[in-house]
């Protein structure tokens, strides 16, 4: 099965149609292994400057694209028995891992994450009857112009922060055993090593696996 990658708008009602029009393109008669979806949009919010234009956009970008994505390809006999969809979530989507030391705000980015960990698992309950397994991952704090563009880029180093090429080398291992016994549940590949909070809520870092099981 070749690798294809797509890269449009998941924010748009026409990116399921679309999505699978160019697949059948690319790849006609074939259903697919593994279906990664990865989109998101990150505006800095306050309580005294929420945006509500871009928290609609957060909203529909990370949690509401993906649940119709998941539905055309389905529609579209793209998925089969053994196929696995991936969901590229954010810690900053779980809510028992919020410590009070990180304060409030971000509204939109952080609420859309724990939105989609929520359309995950209710999508691994409507597949699972059809042997399709669906993961949400926290792929590690990421090296981007996302994070660098909300001024996060200032803990890069100290909260070990990696590209995203590295990032994809861990997930890439994680799906590759990822089946239908991890269906519907949360994990961060590369463990707890730049989860900021992670020992204020599950205990000792050096005490934790990876990959690690993260709290809803």
Known sequence: MPHILIVGDVAKESAGPSIVKELKDKA???AFDVVIITAGYFAKESLDEPNFDSEVLMYKTSSI?????VHHLQKANL????????LV???SGSIALRHESEGG????????????NMVGKLLSLDLKGKGVAVGIVHPGFMRTEMTK???????????GAVTPDAAAVTLSAFIESFDMRKTGQYWA??????IGTVEDVLGPRSELPTPLQLPW
């Open 65 to 69: 694209g993906p649940v119709f994505i």
């Open 79 to 86: 998925l089969k028995e053994g196929s696995k969809i991936i």
């Open 89 to 91: 979530s954010s810690e």
């Open 149 to 159: 563009g909300v001024g996060f880029d200032k803990f890069w180093d100290a909260g």
């Open 28 to 30: 006609p008669g074939h």
């Open 189 to 194: 590949p590369r463990g707890p090593g730049d």
């Open 105 to 116: 705000g971000n509204y939109g980015h952080h609420a859309s994450k724990t939105a989609l």
